[in-house]
């Protein structure tokens, strides 16, 4: 160890002193050299041995006073090796304890300088944090701003795919331009559809503005606007307004914005909607017709849900039922029953929803104001694409009807009794059939059979005497024209199944319909032959009277006392017997023809016939 530790201080070879030892019944010598090696902090440490002797073996059993002396110098010799060593350790001791006071020295130095370093450390340390977080600040704002870019990037390829599809769709016309709206590319959609609607031909790098009618585009200012501010605009133009030619475009003027949000292209498309628009309007017609026919019935239609919710009811339902619609959206179906009657509809409802069978009822309902009404009832139901179902209803107020049934049966039981009571021909004519119905008075008084005879408006036309023919026709007809409902009174000869004719007296009520066209005629024909021919002789007689030179008088046959009878006729004779007037007589006594002289025995007896 001595020999190794000079050979590290002194850095030079180093040789130490035999060393002996016994090895296997042999005694060696052992050497050791240290060398350095050269430019290097490495040692070559080498251990040399030499065969002394050999050891005596133990059955021997000497023990000469050479082999003493000799362990005894051996053992000298160790001994003074050994003073070396301690002395060596001494000096490496004190060496050491130098070395420890200076590291000691150091060591506070050093600790001086930790503390020192550890509040740089510390320092430090706060200025990394800090710097951390900006650096995280930074490459959160850097990972935003590329994924930013990444996305405008895919946007801007994304657009590009898109014009590149836009351009070679050729459904719709598409046209894009510069942000000052020069023609930038076209597909030969909108090629076609200028050249042929428009009457103009796209050219690349043209002011679109300037190639179209400004007229056409009644928002064009707007959407100007719209698309500097990078908003979308759109709507509707139509070619050739209000003719049987019109043509109806949609457009659309889609901005396209660069980086710093500033307007770049404009996409420009137009699509031929002509085809809806007509669609459009056929539905809108159709919707219309359909609302105003729901309305406009007389029946009450309910819509309801499968649910039993009223969803849409026409005017007449609520007229019906004295109920406002707004009552009745949105409610279930029973606010318009009796309770007592809920679960038995209930019931009916929803065995109605799952078969969809019905049958028409006439029944008993109930209005909002407790009163009754006889109805007539039918359903139906809709199925919707979606799956829904509903049940429709039409309601009918029978009512009225049910009593003019009843009322029509008496009246007709009536009419019945009067045909036979009377002496008259009680007819009727249903104008829209055409057909005329005769009562009993007809056979009897002109023999025909109404039972067996088909009787209508030609029938009694050709009865009517020739010579009357054309005066009666001819007021008929303007009594028919005159849009009146009034009575028609027609003298004229009728024939009898006989041949013979018969003087009537004809008395007729036109009825018309909602819209005035005349719909039924009814009258009453009157045999006044017999009176006609008592007329005729009274007028001889009148004529007779009127003719004569003798004075006629006629008076009333009561009161014979005071004032006496009124005169109610004098022929022109008389007058000019008598001098008086006619208006001065008619109306008086023939006391006024009385005077002084005039005989009384001849008045006693005109009292007397």
Wanted: proline share 2%; hydrophobic share 35%.
């Amino acid at each position: 160890r001595y020999t190794i530790i000079n050979a590290f201080r002194e850095k030079s070879n180093q040789l130490s002193d035999s060393i002996r030892f016994p090895l296997n019944n042999s005694l060696y010598n052992l050497f050791i050299k240290v060398k350095p090696i050269l430019n290097s902090d490495l040692y070559l440490v080498i251990f040399e041995y030499y065969l002394e002797r050999a050891l005596v073996t133990p059955n021997a059993m000497v023990n000469s006073d050479t082999d003493y002396n000799e362990k005894i110098i051996t053992l000298e010799k160790e001994l003074e090796e050994t003073k070396k060593h301690l002395k060596i350790y001494i000096k490496e001791l004190e060496s050491s304890n130098e070395e420890l006071q200076n590291l000691n020295e150091e060591v506070q130095s050093t600790n001086e300088e930790l503390q020192s370093s550890n509040e740089e450390l510390e320092t430090s340390l706060e200025e990394l944090l800090s710097t951390n977080e900006e650096i995280q600040i930074a490459y959160t704002e850097l990972k935003i701003a590329n994924d930013e870019l990444e996305l405008k990037d895919n946007l801007l390829k994304t657009r590009e795919a898109s014009q590149t599809a836009l351009l070679k769709n050729s459904l719709q016309s598409f046209i894009l331009t510069a942000n000052n709206f020069n023609i930038i590319s076209f597909n030969q959609k909108a090629d076609a559809t200028f050249t042929q609607h428009f009457k103009t031909k796209l050219n690349i790098g043209e002011n679109f503005l300037q190639l179209i009618n400004k007229n056409l585009f009644p928002n064009l200012e707007n959407d100007l606007i719209k698309l500097n501010q990078g908003e979308m605009s759109f709507g509707e133009i139509v070619l050739n307004e209000n003719t049987i030619d019109a043509i109806y475009f949609a457009y659309n003027f889609t901005p396209v914005l660069d980086i710093s949000k500033q307007l770049s292209i404009v996409s420009i498309s137009l699509l031929d909607i002509t085809f809806t628009k007509v669609i459009e309007s056929n539905l809108r017609k159709t919707e219309n017709l359909l609302k105003s026919i729901f309305n406009a019935v007389p029946v009450g239609i309910s819509i309801t849900d499968q649910n039993g919710i009223f969803t849409n009811v026409n005017q007449s339902f609520c007229e019906i039922y004295k109920i406002p619609k707004s009552e009745l959206i949105g409610k279930h179906f029973t606010i318009i029953i009796p309770k007592k009657e809920w679960a038995y509809y209930e019931i009916i409802f929803k065995k109605f929803i799952i078969d969809g069978e019905s049958q028409p009822t006439e029944t008993t309902a109930t209005r909002a104001i407790g009163e009754t009404f006889d109805a007539y009832t039918n359903s139906e139901l809709l199925v919707d694409s979606d799956g829904s179902r509903y049940k429709v209803t039409s309601v009918l107020d029978i009512s009225d009807r049910k009593h003019a049934s009843e009322s029509m049966r008496i009246a007709n039981e009536r009419y019945s009794y009067l045909t036979k009571a009377t002496n008259d021909a009680i007819w009727d004519w249903d104008m829209i059939q055409n057909t005329l119905f005769w009562g009993e008075g007809f056979q009897n008084i002109f023999g025909y059979d109404t039972k067996n005879q088909k009787l209508n408006f030609e029938q009694w036309r050709n009865n009517v005497h020739i010579d009357d023919h054309e005066r009666v026709l001819e007021s008929l007809n303007d009594h028919i024209y005159s849009g009146k409902e009034s009575l028609l009174e027609l003298q004229y000869r009728y024939k009898k199944k006989n041949g013979d004719y018969a003087s009537v007296i004809d008395r007729s009520f036109l009825i018309r319909g909602e819209n005035g066209i005349p719909i039924r005629m009814v009258g009453a024909m009157q045999d006044i032959t017999k009176s006609k021919a008592e007329e005729h002789r009274l007028n001889l007689l009148e004529s007779v009277i009127t003719n004569s030179s003798d004075g006629v008088i006629i008076t009333e046959a009561e009161p014979i006392d005071h004032p006496g009878p009124k005169i109610v006729y004098v022929n022109d004779a008389l007058l000019k017997i008598t001098g008086y007037d006619r208006e001065e007589l008619i109306g008086k006594t023939p006391r006024i023809l009385q005077g002084p002289e005039t005989n009384q025995k001849e008045l006693a007896k005109l009292k007397l016939a």
